[in-house]
């Protein structure tokens, strides 16, 4: 299959990697050769580091040569069986590259976004209906397991079914979500721990560092195995009911960004790529990266065992 990523920033070398590992041929396409060196050079790395910690048996050379990387989009998706878009979340920008996969793409090739958020095919109705959907690749897209794939009632069945047995070949775990909502099904999840963590940290209730504490020593710690679902018949649904009526009534219900994410963005205090955000960060900004990167890897090694 001829696989077509458009941007080379911080998703798309991922995503292509995904793809590359999937035994596809990849073409990464962006409009600056600096950035799609800087791609090339972090696909390369990834993959590398994926042979190091032993997750896959790679010839990494071998997956090279099924890469190219192209600034004409024009040449990129002549032959595109499947395109995937990672370009920033600006709709001119967007528009300006769905105008231009519609003159150049086969009519039958399958273009998804990767959007986080944005309802790009009710946006956009009229761009290759029934074959534009979109497939939110999580952070980092090589290593997250889980693909959201996202339809409306215009989407082609067929083309959702097709994706996601390819996904899952790719070894990807992708659900299907039926319609959009904002922010999809993982974003409104995290989001609404967030705001909940955020508004107890305000209270004075808990520091910050704890409340990560108990998220990685706990809630995570148990979520990588069992579901918030499986997890409610786990515990009992009759003792889920008792909890929920004493706690609803008491958890955050504001519609505004937390205080503190925003006095923060007015300082200028915007997390890693700045140096602080909530904690403060080295300047080496890649061997942080690549200490999670190294960690996250670890942990796909023990859930692709408990697969097994």
């Given at each position: 299959?001829?696989?077509?990523?458009?941007?080379?920033?911080?998703?798309?070398?991922?995503?292509?990697?995904?793809?590359?590992?999937?035994?596809?041929?990849?073409?990464?396409?962006?409009?600056?050769?600096?950035?799609?060196?800087?791609?090339?050079?972090?696909?390369?790395?990834?993959?590398?580091?994926?042979?190091?910690?032993?997750?896959?048996?790679?010839?990494?050379?071998?997956?090279?040569?099924?890469?190219?990387?192209?600034?004409?989009?024009?040449?990129?998706?002549?032959?595109?069986?499947?395109?995937?878009?990672?370009?920033?979340?600006?709709?001119?920008?967007?528009?300006?590259?769905?105008?231009?996969?519609?003159?150049?793409?086969?009519?039958?090739?399958?273009?998804?976004?990767n959007t986080s958020a944005l309802p790009l095919p009710e946006i956009f109705p009229h761009f290759r209906p029934g074959n534009?959907?979109?497939?939110?690749?999580?952070?980092?897209?090589?290593?997250?397991?889980?693909?959201?794939?996202?339809k409306n009632d215009k989407t082609d069945p067929e083309k959702v079914a097709w994706l996601r047995a390819e996904l899952e070949?790719?070894?990807?775990?992708?659900?299907?979500?039926?319609?959009?909502?904002?922010?999809?099904?993982?974003?409104?999840?995290?989001?609404?721990?967030?705001?909940?963590?955020?508004?107890?940290?305000?209270?004075?209730?808990?520091?910050?560092?704890?409340?990560?504490?108990?998220?990685?020593?706990?809630?995570?710690?148990?979520?990588?195995?069992?579901?918030?679902?499986?997890?409610?018949?786990?515990?009992?649904?009759?003792?889920?009911?008792?909890?929920?009526?004493?706690?609803?009534?008491?958890?955050?219900?504001?519609?505004?960004?937390?205080?503190?994410?925003?006095?923060?963005?007015?300082?200028?205090?915007?997390?890693?790529?700045?140096?602080?955000?909530?904690?403060?960060?080295?300047?080496?900004?890649?061997?942080?990266q690549m200490k999670r990167q190294a960690g996250l890897l670890e942990q796909l090694k023990l859930f692709n065992a408990y697969?097994?």
């Amino acid at each position: 299959m001829n696989v077509v990523v458009i941007g080379s920033g911080v998703m798309g070398p991922g995503i292509a990697q995904v793809f590359l590992m999937g035994g596809h041929r990849v073409v990464m396409n962006d409009i600056k050769m600096e950035a799609l060196a800087e791609g090339t050079k972090a696909l390369r790395n990834s993959l590398n580091l994926f042979v190091e910690k032993g997750i896959a048996d790679l010839d990494v050379e071998a997956l090279m040569g099924n890469f190219q990387t192209m600034t004409s989009l024009e040449e990129a998706v002549k032959d595109a069986d499947l395109v995937i878009e990672a370009v920033p979340e600006v709709i001119p920008i967007k528009q300006q590259v769905y105008e231009n996969l519609d003159r150049f793409c086969p009519k039958d090739t399958v273009i998804v976004s990767n959007t986080s958020a944005l309802p790009l095919p009710e946006i956009f109705p009229h761009f290759r209906p029934g074959n534009f959907f979109v497939a939110h690749f999580m952070n980092p897209p090589q290593i997250i397991p889980l693909v959201e794939i996202v339809k409306n009632d215009k989407t082609d069945p067929e083309k959702v079914a097709w994706l996601r047995a390819e996904l899952e070949r790719c070894g990807k775990k992708p659900i299907v979500i039926n319609q959009f909502v904002k922010g999809f099904l993982t974003n409104r999840l995290q989001t609404a721990m967030a705001r909940e963590a955020l508004y107890l940290y305000e209270k004075g209730i808990v520091s910050l560092e704890d409340l990560d504490i108990a998220n990685t020593a706990c809630i995570g710690f148990k979520s990588a195995w069992q579901g918030t679902v499986e997890t409610m018949d786990y515990i009992g649904l009759d003792t889920c009911a008792f909890a929920y009526n004493v706690i609803f009534p008491d958890l955050c219900n504001d519609t505004t960004v937390p205080a503190i994410v925003g006095q923060k963005v007015q300082e200028g205090k915007l997390g890693l790529k700045t140096g602080e955000g909530f904690f403060k960060y080295p300047e080496d900004h890649e061997e942080v990266q690549m200490k999670r990167q190294a960690g996250l890897l670890e942990q796909l090694k023990l859930f692709n065992a408990y697969l097994k």
